[in-house]
């Protein structure tokens, strides 16, 4: 399909670089493509940033049929525009929209969509340490029907954002409670998938969490509220006795690309991985015993987010004397640096706009 194109004539001036924040500014122009069953994606555009004319029925605001990626470019240092495993985005949104009966995106479409809508905004880049354009595809249902079921009509969106450093004063350990009531997915639920109903629920646990002090929630099963699953909106390792542990997939956690990034590099480094269940007790006794080494989330924002404490009913468990872990560091000076282009990238992870 051929990508039709509208440049604005009334463009933004820049937000400046060192108050970007996250989410609070976006570029000139967006993405678009419509869905009709029986015809299915057509229409692919780039126009203008503007609001989206929506029926008051539209069956997204009533029934939740929403998905969603998070993705960056980056500008590296010699001034090359690079994404980050874009395609693994684009499986997953598949992916995520198979689990919520929405059409799928050709891949290889969906990367060119994202790319030509950079090549058109470069300038939005920003070139201040840490900062980076985040990208937004999403996809909506537009049928202006209230009966509840798959939708017919469906908006494919990309919006862009220029973003801050996620750690402006450089990396460091964040502190997690351990929600004891409230959980984020069960499996058979959609818990695996990207979807706009997953962040809803979790904004309940976090209001008490920053109520006690803390910064994110640590989030248990939701069948017996014992084993850990994910750490806000990332997945979450630990390292115990030399052995680094993340929960295994088993529907009920989302497949993150910075995760199966990290696995990968250690697997590469020749450190003991393991993808398995792993209950609160168990880290906890791994706390007290002194067996607990590090701890950290990681996602497409952070990368990686060091674990400086976790409180579990009152329990208090410091990692690594509240500092960045060794291990952690490795990680994010890895990741950061492939993704900035100041490493070189022996994995083939880096996509370049040109």
């Given at each position: 399909?051929?990508?039709?194109?509208?440049?604005t004539?009334?463009?933004?001036?820049?937000?400046?670089q060192?108050?970007?924040?996250?989410g609070?500014?976006?570029?000139?122009h967006?993405f678009?493509?419509?869905?009709t069953?029986?015809?299915?994606?057509?229409?692919?555009r780039i126009?203008p940033?503007?609001p989206?004319?929506?029926?008051?029925?539209?069956?997204?605001?009533?029934y939740?049929?929403e998905?969603f990626?998070?993705?960056?470019?980056y500008?590296a240092v010699?001034k090359?525009m690079?994404?980050?495993?874009?395609?693994?985005?684009?499986e997953?949104?598949?992916?995520?929209?198979?689990?919520?009966?929405?059409?799928?995106i050709d891949?290889?479409?969906?990367?060119?969509?994202?790319?030509?809508?950079?090549?058109?905004?470069?300038?939005?880049?920003?070139?201040a340490?840490?900062?980076?354009?985040?990208?937004?595809p999403?996809?909506i249902?537009?049928?202006?029907f209230?009966?509840?079921?798959a939708?017919s009509?469906?908006?494919?969106?990309?919006?862009?954002?220029?973003?801050?450093?996620?750690?402006?004063?450089?990396?460091?350990?964040?502190?997690?409670?351990?929600e004891?009531?409230?959980?984020?997915?069960?499996k058979?639920?959609?818990?695996?998938?990207?979807?706009?109903?997953?962040?809803?629920?979790?904004?309940?646990?976090?209001?008490?969490?920053?109520?006690?002090?803390?910064?994110?929630v640590l989030?248990?099963?939701?069948?017996e509220?014992?084993?850990?699953?994910?750490v806000?909106?990332?997945?979450?390792?630990?390292?115990?006795?030399?052995e680094?542990?993340?929960?295994?997939?088993?529907?009920?956690?989302?497949p993150?690309?910075?995760?199966?990034?990290?696995?990968?590099?250690?697997?590469h480094?020749?450190?003991?991985?393991?993808?398995r269940?792993i209950?609160?007790?168990?880290v906890h006794?791994?706390s007290?015993?002194?067996k607990?080494?590090?701890?950290?989330?990681c996602?497409?924002?952070?990368?990686i987010?060091?674990?400086?404490?976790?409180?579990?009913?009152?329990?208090?468990?410091?990692?690594?004397?509240?500092k960045?872990?060794?291990l952690s560091?490795?990680?994010?000076?890895?990741?950061?640096?492939?993704?900035?282009?100041?490493?070189?990238?022996?994995?083939?992870?880096?996509?370049?706009?040109k």
């Open positions: 399909m051929q990508i039709r194109i509208e440049i004539k009334n463009p933004k001036p820049k937000p400046d060192k108050n970007l924040g996250f609070k500014y976006f570029t000139d967006m678009m493509m419509d869905y069953e029986g015809k299915g994606w057509y229409d692919p126009v940033y503007q989206i004319a929506l029926d008051p029925a539209t069956s997204a605001l009533h939740g049929q998905i990626e998070g993705m960056k470019t500008l010699d090359r690079l994404l980050f495993r874009p395609r693994k985005n684009m997953r949104i598949n992916s995520s929209g198979d689990r919520l009966c929405i059409p799928q891949v290889d479409f969906g990367v060119e969509a994202i790319k030509e809508l950079i090549r058109i905004e470069k300038d939005w880049i920003p070139s340490e840490g900062t980076s354009l985040y990208i937004r999403f996809i249902s537009t049928d202006p209230l009966g509840v079921k939708a009509s469906y908006k494919f969106i990309i919006i862009l954002s220029p973003v801050g450093a996620y750690y402006p004063q450089g990396i460091a350990p964040v502190n997690i409670y351990v004891p009531e409230y959980v984020r997915a069960v058979g639920g959609t818990g695996y998938a990207k979807a706009a109903g997953n962040y809803a629920s979790s904004l309940k646990a976090q209001v008490i969490a920053a109520k006690k002090g803390y910064v994110q989030w248990l099963d939701g069948i509220k014992k084993y850990i699953e994910e806000g909106a990332m997945n979450v390792f630990f390292k115990i006795s030399g680094v542990i993340t929960p295994m997939l088993d529907g009920s956690i989302l993150g690309i910075t995760r199966e990034s990290v696995i990968f590099l250690l697997k480094w020749n450190m003991k991985i393991s993808e269940k209950s609160i007790q168990e006794e791994a007290k015993s002194g607990l080494e590090e701890a950290f989330g996602g497409t924002a952070a990368v987010s060091p674990i400086g404490e976790l409180n579990w009913n009152s329990n208090q468990m410091v990692v690594n004397n509240n960045i872990g060794e560091r490795k990680l994010y000076d890895t990741l950061t640096g492939i993704q900035y282009g100041s490493l070189k990238d022996e994995f083939g992870w880096t996509m370049e706009v």
